[in-house]
Antibody, heavy 120, light 106 residues
């Protein structure tokens, strides 16, 4: 059974940093493109970043480029999101999501999310 | 930047057909996915590649995509289908989500 478990969220001041983790089980993380998707309180879904299989190409939403860095440790089957220079508008529930065999097959598995709150 | 537009809300009586639209420039040239998010839960993929249903998704969910509009259709809508629905596509290596549609079954 595929399972994704996020951790690392918390309360941080503006300008601060956090590192989110997403532990995968039931599949090899390196075999798939993985993404982070966030959802601000009461708002819709916003894609944040993606990483290709086996630490391939990385992609970022314009709103986070230069501040957030996606990476993975395929030996541990863990996806990361290093978040620097955090802003109040980064406050959200952050989900990790696994894509299917092709981009067009969508995000077929999601974690339960980890909450990031940026506030002074 | 590319945008996908959904109606904020749709209402449907139980047993009737609900249609949720998603509009974007030349959207018919892209693949569209649909996700269901019930309150307090993570999103769930219900349609991929415009019209394909993942294993375990009921047949009452169907999708289409042509021109500038993709449509999620729920036939014989049930109260359990009350949720937020999001469309999603790709544009130049970016993932784009629609703003979401709240489906009310009443």
């Amino acid at each position: 059974e595929v399972r994704l478990v996020e951790s690392g969220g918390g309360l941080v001041q503006p300008g601060g940093s956090l590192r989110l983790s997403c532990a995968g089980s039931g599949f090899s993380l390196g075999d798939y493109t993985m993404s982070w998707v966030r959802q601000a309180p009461g708002k819709g879904l916003e894609w944040v970043s993606a990483i290709g299989g086996y630490g391939g190409s990385t992609y970022y939403a314009p709103s986070v480029k230069g501040r957030l860095t996606i990476s993975s440790d395929n030996s541990k089957n863990i996806l990361y999101l290093q978040m620097n220079s955090l802003r109040v508008e980064d406050t959200a529930l952050y989900y990790c999501a696994k894509q299917g065999n092709y981009d067009s097959t969508g995000f077929d598995h999601w974690g339960q999310g980890t909450l990031v709150s940026v506030s002074s | 930047s590319y945008e996908l537009t959904q109606p904020p809300s749709v209402s449907v009586p139980p047993g009737q057909t609900a249609s949720i639209t998603c509009s974007g420039d030349k959207l018919g040239h892209k693949y569209v996915c649909w996700y269901q998010q019930r309150p307090g839960q993570s999103p769930k993929l219900i349609i991929y590649q415009d019209s394909q249903r993942p294993s375990g998704i009921p047949e009452r969910f169907s999708g289409s995509n042509s021109g500038t509009t993709a449509t999620l259709t729920i036939s014989g809508t049930q109260t359990v289908d009350e949720a937020d629905y999001y469309c999603q596509a790709w544009d130049n290596n970016n993932v784009i989500f629609g703003g979401g549609t709240k489906l009310t079954v009443l």
